[in-house]
């Protein structure tokens, strides 16, 4: 019994030193390293198994805020919140989900850059788990293959689905690209709002965070600003 005592105060003692480390930098927005941070663990569990315990999770939060399950509007919740979770807004963290990008080769022998601009941008902010909602512009130059156009908003699409940094997005769609079109020459700029900075805290609606990577050629000045007027053009139909 006591070896079990001892035991378990170390693993108390362990989950709150990681919680303390969680905590600590509190309302700070700082962007890591650009793998989303999973544990080796990640897919031990099946989906199945992940909505069960995710909608456990939910119904005691619910219940700790004092809300009544039994009445017909809230009953649901725990489960529905639990499958959305899973099967949709973090459903980009499954590698199995990864969208299959088949390349062509370029055989208009297009050599400028093709940018695919206002892809819709789904997210969820890390943080706070609070919506992040905006676009993503990306372009690249093809030295001999290209890909589909809608892979383009599928690749944004597949990393946006998962807890988020905005600046970690965008250099993995990039990242991603540049793997798929064997070229560093992909950039990608991304304008969005944060719901936890326009709904909670400072509340300011009208703000929207810009981020962009560059890579290859994009770094020159030239092709950077040529894509950035292409951005700008007004796409009206
Ligand atoms: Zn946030």
Known sequence: MYIFALLNKKVMRLEKA????????GDNHIGSAPET???DDAFVLSDEEKIKRIQASVKDILVTLGLDLTDDSLQGTPKRVAKMFV???FGGLHPDKKPTSSTFDNKYKYGEMLVEKNIVVYSTCEHHLLPIIG???VAYISNGTVVGLSKMNRIVDYYAKRPQV????NIQVVKELQRVLGTEDVACVID????????R???DIESSTVTA???GKFKEESVRSEFLDYINLDTEF
């Open 213 to 215: 990577e560059y890579g």
């Open 135 to 137: 676009r993503a512009h």
């Open 192 to 199: 969005a709002k944060h719901l936890c900075v326009n709904s």
């Open 201 to 203: 805290g400072i509340r």
């Open 87 to 89: 099967n949709e807004i």
């Open 18 to 25: 990681l919680n303390d480390r969680y905590d600590e930098r």
């Open 37 to 39: 941070p999973l544990r």
């Open 166 to 169: 905005q600046e970690r997005l």
